[in-house]
């Protein structure tokens, strides 16, 4: 079953919040964000590939990847954690290479639900509110749905 | 003579933009935001102690820092550095470690005026306006202004 992707932007703030339910615990659901082969396997929308350069999830490491779409455009993005606490939380920054020097900062947090389950609260904010829409207007919440799904399928597999 | 620190904090936003210029070259406001030992000498309200724990200004790098106010309460500061351009532009993350994994983005924007002198535009993001507004009644601005008084000292030095 596909769960609910919960999004919240509200008018005129450069913010962007998002819940998600997974039916795997937290340490997998975090391992799933945190081993460079396992992202690889699920971030991105449905038929792109992604390409990691490096993806170094602890504090002041970095991540630099790509996207290539179905029509072979290819979309850079790279960032720094500022956090990285075991099964709990990620804080990293966010830059979209085609938009330089424009830097988003996203907290991730894995609550742990009964039954095994997690729930994956993400709080984005963006540099103002015109670069979150900007990021909205792109196709952002079909990428987190169809990426989610995949993400299902790595954690029932 | 003491130039004037423009803030703006608009109403119900999460933001804060700073100007203040400098009668020094780009290079040199620069270096005095790199060099760990020359940022100890103008970072901090007056009568501040700063003590660096660790200052490494690139790509991935940490700072780590503390303030101890002349009553002896000491407060402490991190963050990773997402940018490092040299001369031209810093993006770094900002966290209070009394209020742990709320984490803003500062953008320090270094600009070349005529003369030899420049301009800082530092843009600050924090993670909800309310997180703004605290830092804000802080004494944010009385700190900030105290600090660049102490960096012009420093830079006419």
Redesign the interface.
Known sequence: MTRALHIDAPV????VDMTREFDAPPAAVYRAHRDPELVARWLGPHGFEMVIEVYDVR????YRYSHRDPEGNVYRFN?????AREDE?I?Q?F?YEAVP?V???E?LRFEALDGGRTKLHT?S?????ATRDAMIDSGMEQGVRESYERLDGLLAG
């Open positions: 005129g703030l450069p913010v504090t002041g490491g970095r960032g720094v954690f500022h956090t939380l804080i920054t830059e020097d830097v988003a900062v907290t709080h904010v963006h540099t103002d509110v």
